[in-house]
């Protein structure tokens, strides 16, 4: 039977160690799981007073350690990443930094293995498993970046590839201009971005942790300290390699220049780039823009200062530059200081084809693009969103999970309905700026293109992007068009030239984007969208695949990716191709037959699409998903050509 102690707290009957009544225990402070599902020592590292803690270390269950130990973790069921130790980091509760490292808490705050499980979720190429359910201990053997890696078929810091690229043209929605278009935000997961526990130190302002951490024995601090970027994440991993940030971005996050001062002291590199998110990691001197808004000037100055400091260090796959992020935040005084220590025509163009006078004329998000516009929808690709999150709650999945919700919360009734007495969700791409927003942003539009224009005269109106997409394809494409702006474009020699006759990759100029946006009905679904929800499918079967491949049969020794790929058909029916992604020769052996009669015909290339395969024990290689994807060109010959493949394993390199 339970007592009750003086202050009402619940006091569980003498059945054990547990069962003393130590410094006011509740309920909540010893039971398993908890009303949270947290671990005990978690909860207890969360208390400022640390006798709970000390108690709970000390009569804990030894038998209990993930529950009762100075190294507990979070429950199996939780999504994030959370121990003992990054609880109290993040509680700023010193006292309690201190006892677990006492106990022989793990200095870094995690085991190597959910570091890796954290990183496997933003590798190049990879499946992103974001959901909640996927984040189990029990995945920590499958979901680990050494473990993926092996199906990727391209090194994670090489060039972009064409595959890459088209995935961009098949795409059915904006995407940001610096990465990729399966982005994935960190905000599912609980301190993904946090981890390991210096970061998460760096990041909060109590001093002392941070130096307390940083001068214990077993703090690993390899990878962000030194003079030289690595090359790499090593082999094997540690895990400052394996974090998506570094304690210089984090400290930079959360402007705290105390911080930012002591790690510099401390040799940490002024131009780490967290390799462990090829895709997405940036420089310092690029997060006080893109982790910062306003611009973290402070932090911005200090980095400047440092002799090691390199302004001109691009991103990694989609070459963005320091000047790329500063335009994007169309704010003048921003760009008028970086292009001070950067000149503007050393921008260049990004991966994906961006000039700096492309970024400022990107719609900030969806919610600017006027996406009801048949013609505008396919060809306005690029946005320059720099935010962790859809601004407008209006990407792909992001449109999905808003419905959702709107559906949960019963606000149906609050949006306006297109037909009548009909239940329904608030149309796609509803959402739109405000009037203030609008003039705000044309006023510093107009402002930093002028100043682009004044001061980098190899600024080409006619450049196009990978889409085909000039400055004024972007301007066009805006729900609410900057006139101002185009007037001062209109002066320029190409401009109408490039206004009236350069096409796009979709068949369409910027003229005709202007004036298909008139005059449409956003108050209704469009036919049109249905690609969204087929690339929707699309993107469930790649995870169905992924998992299959995961807990695959036992009969296949190896798993890989075949990439898309131009390749030659000779005389006897043979595809030869590079060797697949440096491990394996290949051929595949290849028959043609006319659809009409039935007859082997011969051409000269064919493309093929990704596939999945798997290499047998026997050498034979499985996949019947390989297929030639058809041309656009009705007067095209492989569009009346079906194909047989059967793709020969010759072994390794």
């Not at 002392?208 to 601090?221: E, H, K, Q």
């Not at 105390?258 to 940490?268: K, N, Q, T, V």
Request: proline letters at 7%; charged letters at 20%.
């Amino acid at each position: 039977m339970d007592d009750q102690d003086a202050h009402g707290d619940v006091v569980p009957a003498q059945s054990g160690s547990m069962g003393k009544n130590l410094y006011g225990l509740t309920f909540d402070d010893w039971c398993p799981g908890g009303c949270y599902g947290t671990s005990v020592a978690i909860r207890a590292a969360s208390n400022p007073n640390t006798d709970v803690l000390r108690t709970i270390l000390k009569y804990g269950d030894q038998d209990e350690p993930n529950e009762y130990g100075p190294n507990a973790i979070n429950s199996l069921d939780l999504p994030g990443y959370v121990s003992a130790l990054i609880q109290a980091i993040i509680s700023q509760h010193p006292e309690n930094v201190s006892t677990l490292l006492g106990a022989g808490a793990n200095p870094n705050g995690l085991p190597l293995p959910m570091l890796s499980h954290n990183a496997a979720g933003f590798l190049r190429l990879g499946p992103h498993f974001a959901d909640e359910q996927d984040y189990g201990m029990e995945d920590l053997s499958i979901y680990n970046r050494k473990h993926l890696l092996k199906y990727i078929p391209v090194l994670q810091l090489s060039s972009l590839t064409r595959g890459e690229v088209e995935q961009y043209f098949e795409y059915p929605a904006p995407s940001r201009f610096w990465s990729e278009v399966n982005f994935r935000t960190l905000c599912p997961v609980e301190n993904a971005d946090s981890i390991p526990a210096l970061v998460a130190a760096a990041e909060h302002p109590d001093l002392t942790i941070l130096r307390s951490l940083l001068d214990v024995p077993g703090i690993d601090t390899s990878f962000w300290t030194g003079n030289a970027q690595p090359l790499d994440i090593p082999n094997p991993a540690t895990p400052s390699s394996l974090s998506l940030s570094s304690p210089l971005h984090a400290a930079i996050r959360g402007r705290n220049l105390p911080a930012l001062s002591i790690l510099l002291s401390r040799g940490f590199n002024p131009n780490i780039l967290p390799l462990a998110a090829p895709t997405r990691c940036i420089t310092p001197a690029m997060a006080t823009i893109v982790d910062c808004d306003p611009w973290n000037t402070d932090a911005y100055r200090a980095l400047r200062e440092h002799l090691l400091i390199d302004l001109t260090i691009r991103t990694p796959v989609y070459n963005v530059s320091l000047l790329h992020f500063a335009v994007a935040r169309l704010n003048l005084p921003l760009l008028q200081a970086i292009a001070a220590d950067v000149p503007l025509d050393s921008a260049g163009r990004t991966a994906l084809g961006h000039s700096i006078l492309h970024i400022a004329c990107l719609p900030l998000d969806e919610s600017w693009v006027q996406m009801h516009s048949r013609p505008v929808f396919t060809s306005c690709r690029k946005t320059r969103n720099l935010s962790d999150l859809d601004v407008a709650c209006e990407g792909i999945g992001d449109y999905l999970q808003a419905r959702r919700e709107l559906e949960d919360r019963r606000l149906w009734r609050n949006v306006p309905n297109v037909g009548p007495n009909k239940r329904i969700h608030p149309p796609r791409f509803s959402a739109r700026p405000t009037r203030e927003a609008l003039q705000d942003c044309h006023r510093r539009q107009v402002d930093v293109v002028g100043y682009l224009l004044q001061n980098c005269p190899s600024l080409d109106l006619a450049a196009a992007d990978v889409h085909g997409n000039t400055v004024l394809h972007y301007l066009a494409s805006h729900r609410d068009i900057n006139s101002a702006l185009l007037d001062l474009l209109w002066s320029h020699d190409s401009a109408e030239e490039a206004w009236r006759f350069m096409e796009n990759r979709y068949g369409f100029t910027a003229a005709d984007l202007f004036k298909s946006g008139f005059n449409v009905n956003e108050n209704e679904e469009k036919d049109f969208w249905g690609v969204i929800d087929k690339w929707e499918r699309e993107r469930g079967k790649e995870k169905e695949i992924w998992e299959a491949k995961f807990r695959g049969a036992s009969h296949a020794v190896e798993h890989f990716y075949l990439p898309r790929l131009f390749v030659t058909i000779d005389n006897v029916g043979c595809v030869y191709g590079p060797p697949l992604f440096e491990y394996y020769h290949w051929k595949l052996n290849f028959d043609t037959y006319s659809k009409v009669d039935k007859a082997p015909v011969s051409i000269g290339s064919v493309y093929l699409s990704g596939s999945f395969l798997d290499l047998e024990d026997d050498g034979v290689i499985a996949g019947n998903t390989i297929i030639a994807n058809p041309s656009k060109d009705p007067n095209d010959p492989t569009n009346n050509l079906s194909q047989a493949w059967d793709l020969e394993y010759l072994g390794p390199v």
